[in-house]
Nanobody
Framework: QVQLVESGGGLVQPGGSLTLTCVAS????????MSWYRQAPGKERELVAT????????NHANAVQGRFIISRNNANNTLWLQMNSLKPEDTAEYYC?????????WGQGTQVIVSS
């Protein structure tokens, strides 16, 4: 059974940093495209960043370009999102996503609140 577990969210002041972690099990992580999504209150879920199975960064959303970086380690089935220079508008529930064999899999989410 596929399981994606996010962690690392919390409350941070504007300009601060957080690193989110996603640990995958039950699927061949190393062959899957991975992404981070986020959903702010009252907003649609949006793509933040995507990384290929081999670790090539495919996309960062314009709103996070230059501030966030997605990375992965296939040896331990782990995905990260390093978030720097955080802004209040980054406040959202952040979700780990796996695309494998034509299917999407989702974690339960971890909350990030950026506020002074």
């Amino acid at each position: 059974q596929v399981q994606l577990v996010e962690s690392g969210g919390g409350l941070v002041q504007p300009g601060g940093s957080l690193t989110l972690t996603c640990v995958a099990s039950g699927v061949p992580f190393s062959s899957s495209v991975m992404s981070w999504y986020r959903q702010a209150p009252g907003k649609e879920r949006e793509l933040v960043a995507t990384i290929s199975s081999s670790g090539i960064i495919l996309n960062h959303a314009n709103a996070v370009q230059g501030r966030f970086i997605i990375s992965r380690n296939n040896a331990n089935n782990t995905l990260w999102l390093q978030m720097n220079s955080l802004k209040p508008e980054d406040t959202a529930e952040y979700y780990c996503n796996m695309f494998s064999s034509g299917k999407d899999y989702w974690g339960q989410g971890t909350q990030v609140i950026v506020s002074s």
